[in-house]
């Protein structure tokens, strides 16, 4: 009885199996369709960083912090196991705040939503009025080498926040100093006056000249550079040469002369300062370089350093008289207004007091606004028979509070250089500034802080015409002030109400007067209303 049971439950599951027939065995299970993928990868980025600038133009991307910062980005997705995180990173973060933007695409194509963080590059260094700069560098003959630099400031420096930063045969990492030496402890150098830095075996017959003697300079490849701050947080002022791993094999073209650093002297131009951007100082030819190429050994010089050499008319830019034109738009009534003043020659310097015709605090607040505005325009009468000529220049600014260059103690001051390029033919001529990232030095109540804003177009050469005689040097008085607020108006916006401004440009440019003296600052004052 047992085993009929067992044989019958045997039947039973067997013929179950088949789900009523044989056919059950042919059918074809059907394959489930794959659900797309619509889900974006998610990015993880890394918190925005602060970081110390290496030099004037800021931190390279190859900086060890900026890498870490970087590679701490990532991805993670539902189905793609990795993603690839991009970002737009520049090659140089300049000094200030600068973006960021990461964004992924998964192999759906489905874009991660993209995460802005900031890098902000910070300088704790501050320029005087007027800095230091390289007026003269020899590679002689033997170890008869030797860097000299001027002080053209009124006051004696001391040189500790100071030092000589440069490469051998070229840089062991892109764009950074291998040997960097300090001045001697107490060392200061005094107004108008020159330091002379030599190598310990120079020749006896300039010995005397040397204020500092060391064991290591610049052979006519290495690259150098006077620099403001410490190994961590420097300023580059000026310099010779660049800091590229790729250095040439004997020297660097300067004025057109190849391999101008090896086997000569040279002796920075009357009329140029400090420029720390080396193709702009070494120019192509002898107008629009910054120095004057000499010979080997020729020591004729050192000691000592000219600032004060005449130029001919027929190499700069002559200020017709002491007449100057105001130009102002009031937007209001859309009425352009023309002032006329007396401008005052007095060593060198040009001096306006344009308080008794206001500036439209209107047109300047329209200018950042976007709003009905025309340039507030200063416009100086030229002498028709122009120069022959091109060359490079540099306008150091200062706007300060008040009436006069002196910052008040609760006043605020902005401070910044412009590279411009100039051309003229004798007949035509032309002023423009090349693309370029302005560092802005604010010191507000004392309290300074750096950033940065793009070049702006402030300076203009208008040819003779029918409304003028002459041609003229037209200054865009607003120009720095509206384009710094735009970047910054927390910083600015406070200098944009009715007050007196004093805009002090020292420039570089081959100008003069009428009776050919040298003429290298601007001064007006202005006044808001």
């Excluded at 040439?248 to 040279?266: E, F, H």
């Excluded at 007091?353 to 605090?361: F, W």
Aim: proline fraction near 4%.
């Amino acid at each position: 009885m047992k085993e009929s049971l067992s044989i019958t439950l045997l039947i039973f599951a067997l013929t179950g199996c088949g789900g009523g027939g044989s056919s059950s065995s042919t059918d074809t299970p059907s394959i489930p369709t794959p659900t797309p993928d619509v889900v974006a990868p998610i990015i993880t980025a890394p918190d925005s960083i602060t970081v110390a600038a290496v030099d004037s133009s800021g931190l390279p991307a190859s900086n060890a912090l900026i890498v870490a910062f970087l590679e701490q980005a990532s991805a993670s997705d539902n189905v793609d196991a990795q993603v690839t995180v991009i970002s737009d990173f520049p090659s140089v973060f300049p000094i200030g705040t600068s973006s960021v933007t990461f964004s992924a695409v998964d192999s759906a194509g489905n874009a991660a939503e993209a995460i802005i963080k900031t890098v902000t590059v910070t300088t704790s260094i501050v320029l005087n009025s007027n800095e230091l700069y390289i007026s003269e560098y020899s590679e002689g003959s033997e170890s008869n080498r030797y860097v000299e630099i001027y002080n053209d400031s009124e006051d004696s420096l001391d040189l500790s926040d100071y030092a000589i930063a440069m490469t051998i045969d070229g840089a062991d990492v892109e764009s950074t100093w291998d040997i960097w030496t300090n001045f001697d402890i107490s060392s200061n150098i005094e107004s108008k006056s020159v330091f002379t830095i030599c190598h310990q075996d120079i020749s006896n017959l300039i010995l005397a000249d040397c204020d500092m003697l060391v064991d290591t300079l610049p052979d006519g490849n290495d690259g150098f550079a006077l620099v403001k701050g410490n190994v961590g947080d420097f300023i580059v002022l000026d310099r010779v040469g660049d800091w590229a791993q790729d250095a040439p094999d004997t020297g660097w073209n300067v004025c057109g002369v190849d391999s101008a650093t090896t086997d000569r002297t040279l002796v920075k131009k009357p009329v140029i300062s400090r420029i720390n951007v080396w193709s702009i100082s070494a120019g192509t030819d002898a107008d629009n370089c910054a120095w004057l190429v000499r010979s080997l050994d020729d020591w004729s010089n050192i000691g000592r350093h000219n600032t004060t050499g005449i130029i001919s008319n027929s190499d700069a830019f002559e200020f017709l008289d002491s007449e100057v034109v105001l130009q102002d738009y009031d937007p209001s009534n859309q009425a352009v207004d023309f002032n006329e003043f007396d401008a005052v020659f007095e060593n060198s310097r040009l001096n306006i007091d344009l308080r008794s015709a206001p500036l439209n605090l209107e047109n300047i607040q329209n200018a950042v606004d976007g709003g009905d505005f025309q340039d507030s325009i200063l416009k100086f009468p030229l002498n028709n028979a122009l120069p022959s000529g091109q060359g490079t220049a540099t306008v150091d600014m200062y706007i300060t509070t008040g009436i006069d260059s002196d910052r008040s103690s609760d006043g605020s001051q902005i401070y910044c250089q412009l590279l411009l390029n100039w051309e003229s033919n004798g007949v035509s001529a032309s002023i423009s500034e090349p693309e370029q990232i302005v560092a802005l030095a604010v010191n507000k109540a004392g309290v300074l802080i750096t950033t940065t804003i793009g070049g702006f177009n402030m300076f203009d050469l208008s040819p003779a015409g029918i409304d003028s005689t002459s041609s003229t040097l037209d200054i865009k008085l607003m120009s720095p002030i509206s384009e710094a607020v735009k970047i910054a108006p927390e910083l600015l916006n406070s200098l944009l109400r009715p007050r007196s401004l004093h805009i002090r440009m020292v420039s570089t440019l081959p100008f003069i007067d009428s009776i050919g003296a040298e003429l290298t600052e601007i001064n007006t004052i202005i006044r808001l209303k």
